[in-house]
């Protein structure tokens, strides 16, 4: 066989392979977030022995690291971690629903969505309809990937919990969907509002989150920038 023909079967074979191996690649469950003592992030609040932290997830090496793709970029999803530690001997509650995304005059911008993943699983059965009609293992590999990372971002949400036991640390995701990051450019706040279970106190915690998006903003135009002929 001519050297030449045997390049071209390798071409064949193996580019569609790299394909496929960089496709699974992420298949499978993602590496948790690895939690800090609470009092290391630079968010760190502590009122009436209830300590919380935020960490937006503007990076895209972490995004990618931690939920297979920079959904921020991809799909307009801001994964916040919230980290709530209980420093007291009685029960708190933090409802999803009580934490907020507010502006400078403390209007609501959003609440964080219900159905965070419902971006990539669109995607995914478009996917789906294109591998109906057309055929082909390629589509059914980008079809597994848009389930896992769906399947990622569900997992590590933050979901409703009683915290019973002082020192006991509880954490998790909500997303907000964000077009225009310059929404956030001007004292936008994250709020939480956690319940002392007891007493039905509430306390309200705010977060700054403009000086964290800045440099994020910042890079966006330049690569835009970069972009224009």
Not at 179 to 191: E, F, G, P, T, Y
């Amino acid at each position: 066989m001519k050297p030449k023909n045997i390049i071209i079967i390798l071409k064949i074979v193996l580019i569609p392979l790299i394909l496929y191996s960089a496709l699974i690649g992420c298949a499978g469950s993602l590496p948790e977030v690895e939690v800090q003592h609470i009092s290391k992030y630079k968010t760190f609040q502590n009122q009436n022995g209830i300590s919380i932290a935020i960490d937006p997830f503007f990076e895209g090496n972490r995004l990618n690291k931690f939920f297979g793709t920079n959904v921020l970029s991809d799909y307009d999803i801001l994964p916040v971690h919230i980290i709530i530690e209980n420093n007291i001997d009685q029960p708190i509650l933090i409802l999803r629903e009580d934490i907020l995304l507010l502006n400078a005059n403390k209007e609501i911008i959003q609440k964080p969505s219900t159905n965070p993943a419902e971006p990539v699983e669109k995607r995914k059965r478009a996917m789906e309809t294109t591998r109906a009609v057309t055929g082909g293992w390629l589509w059914g590999s980008l079809a597994m990937r848009y389930a896992n990372i769906a399947m990622n971002i569900r997992t590590k949400s933050f979901y409703e919990k009683i915290i019973n036991n002082k020192g006991e640390l509880h954490h998790g995701f909500v997303y907000f969907t964000i077009k225009d990051l310059a929404i956030l450019d001007n004292n936008a706040k994250v709020q939480v509002m956690a319940k002392n279970i007891n007493t039905d106190a509430i306390t309200t915690f705010e977060f700054d989150v403009d000086m964290t998006i800045k440099g994020e903003i910042k890079r966006r135009k330049m690569e835009e920038n970069k972009n224009k002929p």
